[in-house]
Protein backbone atom coordinates (compact mmCIF):
# COMPACT_ATOMS: atom_id res chain seq x y z
CA UNK A 1 0.00 0.00 0.00
CA UNK A 2 1.07 3.74 -0.92
CA UNK A 3 1.46 6.13 1.72
CA UNK A 4 0.96 9.51 1.39
CA UNK A 5 4.47 10.08 3.97
CA UNK A 6 6.53 8.06 5.79
CA UNK A 7 6.51 7.92 10.05
CA UNK A 8 8.88 9.92 11.67
CA UNK A 9 8.59 9.70 15.47
CA UNK A 10 8.91 12.69 18.46
CA UNK A 11 9.80 12.58 21.39
CA UNK A 12 6.15 12.03 22.59
CA UNK A 13 5.05 8.92 20.33
CA UNK A 14 8.63 7.40 21.06
CA UNK A 15 7.57 7.34 24.44
CA UNK A 16 3.73 5.60 23.94
CA UNK A 17 5.65 3.18 21.23
CA UNK A 18 8.08 2.67 24.13
CA UNK A 19 5.22 2.20 26.96
CA UNK A 20 3.12 0.04 25.17
CA UNK A 21 6.02 -2.04 23.79
CA UNK A 22 6.92 -2.95 26.81
CA UNK A 23 3.34 -4.88 27.68
CA UNK A 24 3.01 -6.32 24.01
CA UNK A 25 3.58 -9.69 25.05
CA UNK A 26 0.99 -10.09 27.63
CA UNK A 27 -1.54 -7.40 26.51
CA UNK A 28 -4.29 -9.63 25.43
CA UNK A 29 -3.75 -11.79 28.52
CA UNK A 30 -3.77 -9.08 30.82
CA UNK A 31 -6.49 -6.87 29.53
CA UNK A 32 -9.79 -8.27 29.41
CA UNK A 33 -12.14 -5.32 28.96
CA UNK A 34 -10.39 -4.04 25.50
CA UNK A 35 -10.81 -8.08 24.62
CA UNK A 36 -14.00 -7.87 25.74
CA UNK A 37 -14.56 -4.48 23.57
CA UNK A 38 -12.99 -6.07 20.51
CA UNK A 39 -14.49 -9.18 20.61
CA UNK A 40 -18.17 -7.37 20.84
CA UNK A 41 -17.37 -4.90 17.72
CA UNK A 42 -16.66 -7.71 15.33
CA UNK A 43 -19.80 -9.32 16.63
CA UNK A 44 -22.12 -6.57 16.78
CA UNK A 45 -20.84 -5.07 13.16
CA UNK A 46 -21.09 -8.93 11.54
CA UNK A 47 -23.92 -7.36 9.07
CA UNK A 48 -21.28 -5.39 7.23
CA UNK A 49 -18.45 -7.47 7.24
CA UNK A 50 -19.61 -9.16 4.14
CA UNK A 51 -19.18 -5.61 2.23
CA UNK A 52 -15.99 -5.22 3.48
CA UNK A 53 -12.15 -6.33 1.73
CA UNK A 54 -9.87 -3.97 2.95
CA UNK A 55 -9.92 -2.85 6.84
CA UNK A 56 -7.33 -0.48 8.73
CA UNK A 57 -6.89 -1.01 12.02
CA UNK A 58 -5.52 1.98 14.20
CA UNK A 59 -3.89 1.05 16.67
CA UNK A 60 -3.79 -2.43 16.20
CA UNK A 61 -1.69 -3.42 19.14
CA UNK A 62 -0.80 -7.43 19.10
CA UNK A 63 -3.80 -8.06 15.93
CA UNK A 64 -6.50 -9.07 18.12
CA UNK A 65 -9.40 -7.44 15.64
CA UNK A 66 -7.42 -9.77 12.84
CA UNK A 67 -7.57 -12.34 15.01
CA UNK A 68 -11.83 -12.10 16.41
CA UNK A 69 -12.33 -11.19 12.67
CA UNK A 70 -10.71 -14.68 10.97
CA UNK A 71 -12.43 -16.57 14.15
CA UNK A 72 -16.24 -15.02 12.67
CA UNK A 73 -14.84 -16.46 9.13
CA UNK A 74 -14.25 -13.07 7.82
CA UNK A 75 -11.95 -12.92 4.85
CA UNK A 76 -11.38 -8.89 4.22
CA UNK A 77 -7.11 -7.86 4.58
CA UNK A 78 -6.60 -5.95 7.92
CA UNK A 79 -4.12 -2.96 6.96
CA UNK A 80 -2.80 -2.69 11.34
CA UNK A 81 -1.38 0.31 12.34
CA UNK A 82 0.54 0.86 15.55
CA UNK A 83 2.94 3.07 17.03
CA UNK A 84 4.78 -0.01 19.53
CA UNK A 85 7.11 -2.10 16.96
CA UNK A 86 6.84 -4.77 19.66
CA UNK A 87 3.40 -4.84 19.45
CA UNK A 88 3.25 -5.42 14.86
CA UNK A 89 5.63 -8.25 15.67
CA UNK A 90 2.84 -10.08 17.06
CA UNK A 91 0.06 -8.59 14.99
CA UNK A 92 1.73 -10.17 12.15
CA UNK A 93 1.13 -14.03 12.65
CA UNK A 94 -2.36 -12.93 12.83
CA UNK A 95 -2.72 -12.27 8.83
CA UNK A 96 -2.27 -8.74 9.68
CA UNK A 97 -0.18 -6.50 6.93
CA UNK A 98 1.39 -4.14 9.59
CA UNK A 99 2.72 -0.47 9.53
CA UNK A 100 4.24 1.42 12.29
CA UNK A 101 2.80 4.68 12.67
CA UNK A 102 1.37 7.63 14.80
CA UNK A 103 -2.49 8.09 14.92
CA UNK A 104 -2.18 11.28 15.56
CA UNK A 105 -0.40 11.40 11.93
CA UNK A 106 -2.43 9.48 9.46
CA UNK A 107 -0.18 8.32 6.69
CA UNK A 108 -2.64 6.64 4.78
CA UNK A 109 -4.24 8.33 1.44
CA UNK A 110 -7.42 9.63 0.78
CA UNK A 111 -10.55 6.89 0.06
CA UNK A 112 -8.35 3.85 0.84
CA UNK A 113 -10.51 1.74 3.18
CA UNK A 114 -13.92 0.24 3.12
CA UNK A 115 -13.45 0.26 7.17
CA UNK A 116 -10.98 1.96 9.63
CA UNK A 117 -11.44 0.67 13.24
CA UNK A 118 -10.34 2.14 16.53
CA UNK A 119 -10.90 -0.08 19.26
CA UNK A 120 -10.03 1.35 22.67
CA UNK A 121 -7.49 3.86 21.26
CA UNK A 122 -9.02 7.22 20.72
CA UNK A 123 -8.31 7.68 24.71
CA UNK A 124 -4.63 8.22 23.85
CA UNK A 125 -5.37 10.96 20.55
CA UNK A 126 -4.22 14.87 21.54
CA UNK A 127 -6.85 16.04 18.99
CA UNK A 128 -9.78 13.43 18.39
CA UNK A 129 -12.26 16.02 16.00
CA UNK A 130 -9.07 16.09 13.57
CA UNK A 131 -8.81 12.36 13.69
CA UNK A 132 -12.66 11.77 13.24
CA UNK A 133 -12.12 14.02 10.01
CA UNK A 134 -8.87 12.65 9.02
CA UNK A 135 -10.53 8.82 9.28
CA UNK A 136 -13.79 9.94 7.28
CA UNK A 137 -11.74 11.32 4.44
CA UNK A 138 -9.65 8.06 4.33
CA UNK A 139 -12.04 5.93 3.87
CA UNK A 140 -14.13 5.12 0.65
CA UNK A 141 -17.91 6.31 -0.26
CA UNK A 142 -20.01 4.63 2.01
CA UNK A 143 -17.20 3.03 4.74
CA UNK A 144 -17.36 2.35 8.21
CA UNK A 145 -15.99 3.41 10.84
CA UNK A 146 -15.86 0.76 13.99
CA UNK A 147 -15.24 2.18 16.96
CA UNK A 148 -14.93 1.65 20.83
CA UNK A 149 -14.65 4.35 23.17
CA UNK A 150 -13.31 4.48 26.93
CA UNK A 151 -15.88 7.12 28.45
CA UNK A 152 -15.91 8.93 31.53
CA UNK A 153 -17.36 6.50 33.86
CA UNK A 154 -14.21 4.70 33.35
CA UNK A 155 -11.64 4.93 36.11
CA UNK A 156 -14.51 6.71 38.09
CA UNK A 157 -13.09 5.83 41.53
CA UNK A 158 -9.74 5.88 40.31
CA UNK A 159 -9.99 9.84 39.01
CA UNK A 160 -12.20 10.62 42.41
CA UNK A 161 -9.24 10.00 44.34
CA UNK A 162 -6.85 11.79 42.27
CA UNK A 163 -9.31 15.09 41.88
CA UNK A 164 -9.69 14.72 46.00
CA UNK A 165 -5.65 14.82 45.89
CA UNK A 166 -5.03 17.37 43.02
CA UNK A 167 -3.53 14.66 40.69
CA UNK A 168 -4.29 15.24 36.92
CA UNK A 169 -5.59 12.42 34.98
CA UNK A 170 -3.71 12.08 32.24
CA UNK A 171 -6.53 9.69 29.79
CA UNK A 172 -8.95 11.91 27.46
CA UNK A 173 -11.97 9.99 28.50
CA UNK A 174 -14.90 11.14 26.62
CA UNK A 175 -18.80 11.31 27.08
CA UNK A 176 -20.67 8.90 25.35
CA UNK A 177 -23.29 10.81 23.94
CA UNK A 178 -20.82 13.60 23.39
CA UNK A 179 -18.82 11.36 21.01
CA UNK A 180 -21.84 10.34 19.02
CA UNK A 181 -22.88 14.27 18.29
CA UNK A 182 -19.37 14.58 17.12
CA UNK A 183 -19.69 11.63 14.48
CA UNK A 184 -22.43 12.53 13.34
CA UNK A 185 -21.69 16.59 12.55
CA UNK A 186 -18.58 14.85 10.74
CA UNK A 187 -20.30 13.53 8.15
CA UNK A 188 -21.14 10.26 10.10
CA UNK A 189 -24.47 8.28 10.55
CA UNK A 190 -24.54 6.15 13.30
CA UNK A 191 -25.83 2.72 12.34
CA UNK A 192 -25.55 1.02 15.77
CA UNK A 193 -23.84 2.03 19.40
CA UNK A 194 -24.46 0.54 22.68
CA UNK A 195 -22.24 0.81 26.16
CA UNK A 196 -20.78 -1.48 27.80
CA UNK A 197 -19.36 -1.71 31.44
CA UNK A 198 -17.93 -4.09 33.97
CA UNK A 199 -16.57 -3.80 37.48
CA UNK A 200 -12.95 -5.28 38.54
CA UNK A 201 -12.52 -5.93 41.80
CA UNK A 202 -8.85 -6.31 43.10
CA UNK A 203 -7.33 -6.98 46.57
CA UNK A 204 -5.84 -3.61 47.29
CA UNK A 205 -5.30 -0.15 45.58
CA UNK A 206 -2.05 -0.90 44.40
CA UNK A 207 -3.27 -4.00 42.48
CA UNK A 208 -5.77 -1.70 40.69
CA UNK A 209 -3.15 0.71 39.84
CA UNK A 210 -0.87 -2.12 38.22
CA UNK A 211 -3.85 -3.40 36.41
CA UNK A 212 -4.31 -0.19 34.77
CA UNK A 213 -0.72 0.38 33.60
CA UNK A 214 -1.14 -2.84 31.26
CA UNK A 215 -3.96 -0.42 29.42
CA UNK A 216 -0.76 1.51 29.04
CA UNK A 217 -2.34 4.98 30.91
CA UNK A 218 1.11 5.67 32.05
CA UNK A 219 2.36 6.45 28.74
CA UNK A 220 0.11 9.67 29.06
CA UNK A 221 1.12 10.65 32.30
CA UNK A 222 3.77 14.07 32.02
CA UNK A 223 4.73 13.22 35.39
CA UNK A 224 5.25 9.84 36.97
CA UNK A 225 3.76 9.76 40.70
CA UNK A 226 6.53 9.47 43.47
CA UNK A 227 5.78 6.64 46.01
CA UNK A 228 5.03 9.86 48.56
CA UNK A 229 2.00 10.28 46.18
CA UNK A 230 1.45 6.72 45.52
CA UNK A 231 1.03 5.93 48.77
CA UNK A 232 -1.49 8.71 49.74
CA UNK A 233 -3.67 7.85 46.00
CA UNK A 234 -4.04 4.54 47.43
CA UNK A 235 -5.12 5.28 50.71
CA UNK A 236 -7.59 7.64 49.26
CA UNK A 237 -8.83 5.13 46.70
CA UNK A 238 -8.96 2.40 49.36
CA UNK A 239 -10.80 4.36 52.44
CA UNK A 240 -13.42 5.92 49.92
CA UNK A 241 -14.57 2.77 47.81
CA UNK A 242 -13.18 -0.14 49.53
CA UNK A 243 -15.97 -2.97 49.81
CA UNK A 244 -16.43 -6.87 51.27
CA UNK A 245 -15.83 -7.64 47.44
CA UNK A 246 -12.33 -5.85 47.34
CA UNK A 247 -11.04 -2.36 45.66
CA UNK A 248 -13.42 -1.89 42.87
CA UNK A 249 -12.67 -0.58 39.29
CA UNK A 250 -15.06 -0.06 36.79
CA UNK A 251 -14.82 0.32 32.74
CA UNK A 252 -17.42 1.62 30.64
CA UNK A 253 -16.71 2.38 26.78
CA UNK A 254 -19.58 2.71 23.84
CA UNK A 255 -18.99 0.41 20.96
CA UNK A 256 -20.72 0.43 17.24
CA UNK A 257 -20.28 1.55 14.06
CA UNK A 258 -20.65 4.30 11.47
CA UNK A 259 -21.32 4.83 7.51
CA UNK A 260 -19.35 7.77 5.93
CA UNK A 261 -21.91 10.24 4.76
CA UNK A 262 -21.57 13.05 1.87
CA UNK A 263 -19.63 16.09 3.17
CA UNK A 264 -22.25 19.27 2.62
Known sequence: MSLKKEFSQTPSSRKIGSTFGLKAQGYDQFTPFQSLLISELVECSSPIHSQLRTVADL????????????DHSQQYT????????????????????????????????ASSFDAVVAASVLQW????????????DILKPDGYFLFAVFTEQSFCELNTAKQDLGIPVPVNLHNGLDFIVDLN?????????????????FKTARDALKSISNYGATAMASEPLNRTMIKE????????????????????????YAQKGDVS
Open 59 to 70: GCGSGYFAKCSR
Open 78 to 109: VIGLDIALASLKLAKPRNTTTIQGDINALPFK
Open 185 to 201: SKQFNVCMSQTICQTFY
Open 125 to 136: ISDIDNCITVVH
Open 233 to 256: LCARYEHKFVSEKGVPLTYSAIIG
